[in-house]
């Protein structure tokens, strides 16, 4: 596992895959990217077929109490839709 010193969480693993829900409150656009080429560039995920979408760039629906809270918007849901289409 990568660990950024943000909480990573993976929500499937099926299969010799994974899927992982990365949250990070309050970065700038220049963060985002940092993040995401840091992930990309990884020693050993850099050696994988691996793809990282940015699906919201707000704290919308995250960073509750509650962990059960912390849900998918219908935006963030329809935001990865449309970038794994194109």
């Given at each position: ?32 990217e ?12 850099s ?40």
């Open positions: 596992m990568l660990y950024l010193g943000y909480k990573l969480i993976t929500i499937i693993t099926i299969n010799n895959m994974a899927r992982f829900v990365l949250d990070i409150a309050n970065l700038s656009e220049q963060e985002t940092d993040i995401m080429l840091r992930i990309l560039n990884d020693e050993v995920i050696k994988t077929v691996v793809t990282i979408s940015c699906i919201d760039t707000t704290n919308d629906n995250q960073f509750h109490e509650d962990g059960a809270d912390n849900v998918f918007s219908e935006r963030q849901i329809e935001k990865f839709r449309e970038l794994m289409s194109d």
